[in-house]
């Protein structure tokens, strides 16, 4: 199975072409929401309208050679539920490293505390996940008047 050398969120993830350098742009630790009233709970489907990528850089391990894998991103809010962001992404391992590059439009901000970015793997045709990596991403609520 493939080895993952890097899996990092980021505002942007630029792929030139045609020699494939990449470029991550201001990488994600966490995302602040400003608060409209003191002590406001926003509603829990409440979305940051923010576009960010998820970069992940797999490594060919002996064996992975042309197989075909999927790779799943899972965001889980602080208290361990799920959220919409579900996404699966098919490749196929060719060369020694295969880049994934997933964006997303909207960040669930409803919650305060860690949430968890989760990469998993599957050979195609697998039904078991393995999880890879997590990465985790601060979700903090801001008071009015407050600094961002």
């Known amino acids: 199975m493939p080895r993952l050398i890097l899996f990092a969120p ?12 990449t470029s991550l742009i201001n990488i994600m630790s966490g995302v602040k929401a400003q608060l409209l009233r003191p002590n406001e709970t926003p509603p ?38 799920t959220t919409e962001f579900d996404v699966v992404v098919p490749f196929t391992m060719k060369g020694q490293t295969h880049k994934v590059r997933t964006e997303f439009i909207g960040f669930l901000i409803s919650t305060p505390g860690v ?8 050979e ?7 999880e890879i990596s997590t990465y985790d991403l601060l979700v903090e609520h801001v008071q009015p008047d407050a600094p961002l």
């Open 10 to 21: 980021a505002e942007r993830v630029l792929i030139n072409q045609p020699d494939s350098a």
């Open 44 to 81: 829990s489907d409440a979305i940051v309208p923010i576009r960010w990528s998820v970069l992940s850089l797999w490594r060919c391990e002996v064996g992975d050679e042309d197989k075909k894998f999927e790779q799943r991103l899972q965001l889980f809010l602080p208290d361990g539920t």
């Open 115 to 122: 949430c968890r970015l989760v990469a998993s793997l599957r």
């Open 124 to 130: 195609e045709g697998q039904q078991a996940w393995t």
